[in-house]
């Protein structure tokens, strides 16, 4: 939308018209930014911009936030292809940073971080987070850019709420999950193994879990038991419903 009213200098746009009324826009990029260490640097430019932009005529502000967005553009570039896994180096840049878009962070205890289902329609509140979505995407979206830490928090998430053989089609930050789906935890289970090629990092499958299962009288139970727990529910037949 940015780059589509610039190039028509379409100073009446919603967007700019908004600019023009107030920096709320700024203001929640500031905000957003401020909660990522790894963005530090450019933290610093945006805090210099947005004490810049008071000082100069409201019509001159839409020119000078297209060329923050290009500068902010080039940076997360920069960073991102640092972060990025090696086997990620012949991806192309623009579906590297697209897969960026997806992930989210959180204040929540139960969730720190998800993957949307879509943009814009599945990216907030309960329709947020979905077992078959993420799965689905998890290597492209998480393994191949090298978010290691990222991958391995959303597989426990979804770990922490099995139950029946299955795991939620609809997370909901933990509250009332949904179970509507057949196919989500073999997306999970392939999900779990594909964590496992890329990091070794085998420690994952003694994370002890809260256990929500009839099949499991320990109040707690771990990832490797859940897998097992997959395969032999399934093998008995699947009759939940909700």
């Keep these: 939308m940015l780059k589509k009213a610039a190039r028509s200098n379409d100073r009446g746009c919603g967007l700019f018209r908004n600019l023009r009324e107030g920096n709320w826009l700024i203001e929640y990029l500031i905000a957003r930014i401020r909660s990522m260490p790894q963005f530090k640097n450019t933290m610093s430019i945006l805090s210099t911009f947005a004490a810049l932009i008071a000082q100069i005529p409201k019509d001159e502000i839409p020119y000078y936030f297209c060329k923050l967005m290009r500068k902010l553009k080039y940076l997360f570039t920069v960073q991102i292809q640092k972060l990025r896994h090696e086997t990620c180096q012949k991806a192309s840049h623009g579906l590297l940073l697209s897969s960026y878009m997806f992930i989210g962070k959180f204040d929540h205890p139960k969730m720190p971080i998800t993957i949307a289902a879509g943009l814009p329609h599945f990216s ?5 987070s979905w077992g078959r ?37 609809l997370l909901n930050f933990g509250d009332q999950p949904r179970y509507n789906c057949r196919d989500a935890v073999w997306w999970f289970v392939k999900s779990i193994l594909d964590y496992l090629d890329f990091t070794s990092d085998f420690s994952i499958l003694s994370v002890s879990l809260p256990s929500h299962s009839p099949d499991s ?26």
């Design 133 to 169: 979505d993420a799965f689905i995407s998890f290597k492209g979206t998480l393994l191949l850019p090298g978010m290691y830490r990222d991958a391995r928090s959303i597989i426990l998430q979804f770990a922490g709420q099995f139950r029946l053989g299955l795991i939620p089609n």
């Design 124 to 128: 907030t509140g309960w329709t947020r």
């Design 217 to 242: 009288p320990e109040q707690t139970i771990t990832l490797s038991e859940i897998i097992y727990q997959v395969y032999q529910r399934h093998a008995k037949g699947i009759k939940f419903r909700e």
